[in-house]
């Protein structure tokens, strides 16, 4: 892996959480990791809805985005859980001769073709990689947080094709937790879903599903959930009515890196913060 990528923002932080884009630039320029944004980026289709209702279509979008990376031989960095396996689901399967073929036939329209050659990582797969950085850089130790990891679906699994961390008992969470000086109280066996995926479907089992993870958390005694996954953490902070507030990943580690509330927006939080 190279330590300058394409930075791939997806659709939902630039759009409705944009101070979680200010906390993971600050991480990433404070880490030296050299990064510009994806020219002509568009959605991923992301992998729940869209993906399923036209797979050839979903295919041709990553391999456009991919075949613009793989012209400054870059890779590409993402931000979100959805984000990350769409596009690492895309590159698996073209490594299929037939579906390239296809795909290709298609991109020559516009002049373009995918090769393969660029490959694509979530910050948490970045942030594992830079463990003993991330411990030198930690300037405001977060000794106050009792954390509950929350890795949400589509970062672990396909575990063949995602590769971060173990689909079972993943660690990359806790020990981002740890090295920041915070106390990780929930061990991550088998990580759950958020529920934010079935939420316009059926309203209440979303509900359901999410009060289930927040009643583990309290009962571990945790005050803050850490996630990696924008989505987890729309569900976590404005659906749930019990109180914990979340963190996204960059947030914890741009406080741990000496940035201030102010800074780093967590006033934007609908469940209260305190640090």
């Known amino acids: 892996m190279k330590d300058e990528y394409y930075l791939f ?3 939902l932080i630039p759009t409705r959480l944009p101070f979680l884009e200010r906390s993971s ?3 990433l320029d404070r880490l030296g990791i050299a990064h510009t944004p994806l020219p002509g980026a568009t959605c991923c289709v992301e992998p729940i809805g869209l993906r399923s209702l036209a797979l050839d279509t979903w295919l041709v979008v990553a391999a456009r985005m991919l075949s613009i990376a793989e012209e400054e031989g870059r890779d590409v960095l993402t931000l979100c859980n959805g984000c990350y396996v769409s ?3 895309a590159r698996h399967l073209l490594q299929s001769r037939e579906e390239r073929e296809k795909v290709n036939a298609v991109l020559a329209e516009i002049g373009r073709e995918y090769r393969g050659k660029a490959d694509i990582e979530h910050l948490a797969g970045l942030v594992r990689r830079k463990g003993s950085e991330i411990q030198s850089l930690t300037v ?3 000794d106050k947080l009792r954390i509950a990891p929350h ?5 672990l699994r396909p575990s063949s094709v995602t590769a971060i961390d173990a689909s079972f008992s993943p660690h990359v969470l806790t020990d981002a937790a740890r090295w920041v000086g915070a106390d990780a109280v929930v061990e991550e066996e088998w990580p759950k879903c958020c529920g934010g995926g079935v939420t316009g479907v059926d309203d209440r ?3 359901d599903i999410l009060d289930d993870s927040i009643r583990e958390f309290r009962a571990a005694g945790a005050n803050c959930i850490l996630t990696p996954c ?3 953490f729309v569900q976590f902070d404005i659906r749930q009515k019990q109180g914990i507030p979340v963190l996204f990943l960059a947030e914890m580690l741009a406080l741990a890196f000496g940035a201030s509330p102010e800074e780093i927006g967590l006033r934007y939080h609908r469940t209260k913060v305190e640090i």
Do not use: D, N, T, Y
């Not at 890795?151 to 970062?155: A, E, N």
């Open 9 to 11: 923002r997806g659709c």
């Open 25 to 27: 630039l600050l991480v």
């Open 87 to 89: 596009l690492k689901e």
């Open 140 to 142: 405001a130790p977060l």
């Open 151 to 155: 890795s949400g679906c589509h970062m």
């Open 205 to 207: 089992l979303s509900s």
């Open 230 to 232: 924008p989505f987890c």
